[in-house]
């Protein structure tokens, strides 16, 4: 089976109005060209209405960074993902570690979000990583199968078939400090193992499995050559085009 790579940029709390549109008119000529790639944009949940409407029509995607899982009513401050679709969002990165370490974000919740997202027609990417100390501590597999095992609970073969996974050792997360391809390969095997334990061989193959982590247009290539990373999502070099699309370039 052959998975097309996916290159996502997550914006996280980044870039006004002004800056978000200028970024996509650079991204939408570079990147038209970019045909074997699935790319997609992560803004703020407040500009995914416009950068969705710039980018329309074109081969580059829109996503957020968070939605509330239930579907609406009493829940002041909250998104949930009908809206989102309702302005155009196709993704939604869930479980990213800012949120599950400065939020205080669980699996549990994750798991609530990835069947509100699949119900409501968003992909979603689904962030697993571990913490510097659980990796010195050789842990790093146990953390990410806990991560992998409560986000993904009760959801179907085939709803899972349509999720992202994002490996983000969170040591390696706006650091500088990029995993090395034989390391992030190992934990990608490991991921796809625990989706044919859990599911069959056939749903394994079919999920697209990123890395992110310090992602640049220096090391993506040789990241993106592994056989088990199937793409990347990218913090800081998603914020300017010269960087994401030398990323893509290398994809
Ligand atoms: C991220 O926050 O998802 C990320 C990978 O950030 P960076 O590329 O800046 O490390």
Redesign the pocket.
């Known amino acids: 089976m052959t998975r097309r790579i996916f290159i996502a940029g ?1 914006w ?1 709390m980044n870039l006004n109005l002004a800056s978000a549109l200028d970024l996509v008119a650079g991204l939408k000529e570079e990147a038209a060209s970019a045909t074997r790639v699935d790319i997609a944009v992560c803004p703020s949940s407040l500009y995914v209405q416009p950068i969705a409407a710039a980018l329309k029509g074109t081969n580059i995607g829109v996503g957020t960074q968070n939605a509330y899982f239930e579907r609406e009513g009493a829940f002041t401050g909250e998104i949930s993902m009908a809206m989102l679709c309702d302005v155009g969002c196709q993704y939604v ?1 869930l479980g ?3 949120r599950r370490n400065i939020l205080g974000e669980s699996s549990e919740q994750v798991n609530l979000k990835t069947h509100a997202a699949l119900a409501a027609g968003l992909t979603p990417i689904v ?1 697993v990583g571990e913490l510097l100390k659980e990796r010195e501590a050789g842990q790093t597999e146990n953390v990410v199968r806990r991560q992998f095992d409560g986000s993904f609970s009760g959801v179907s073969a085939e709803d899972m078939k349509k999720c992202v996974i ?1 490996y ?1 050792p969170v040591w ?5 400090k ?1 995993a090395t391809p034989d390391q992030a390969e190992e934990v990608h095997l490991a991921i796809r193992g625990m989706i044919e334990k859990n599911y069959d061989k056939n749903v394994a193959e079919a999920v697209r499995i990123q890395y ?5 247009d220096k090391n993506a290539k040789e990241i993106l050559a592994k056989p088990n990373v199937d793409g ?7 914020l300017k085009v010269e960087s994401f699309m030398g990323i893509i370039r290398s994809a």
């Open positions: 997550n996280k990165i990213h570690s800012e962030c994002a983000e390696a997360i706006g650091t500088g990029v992110g982590g310090s992602v640049n990347a999502l990218v913090g800081g070099a998603s």
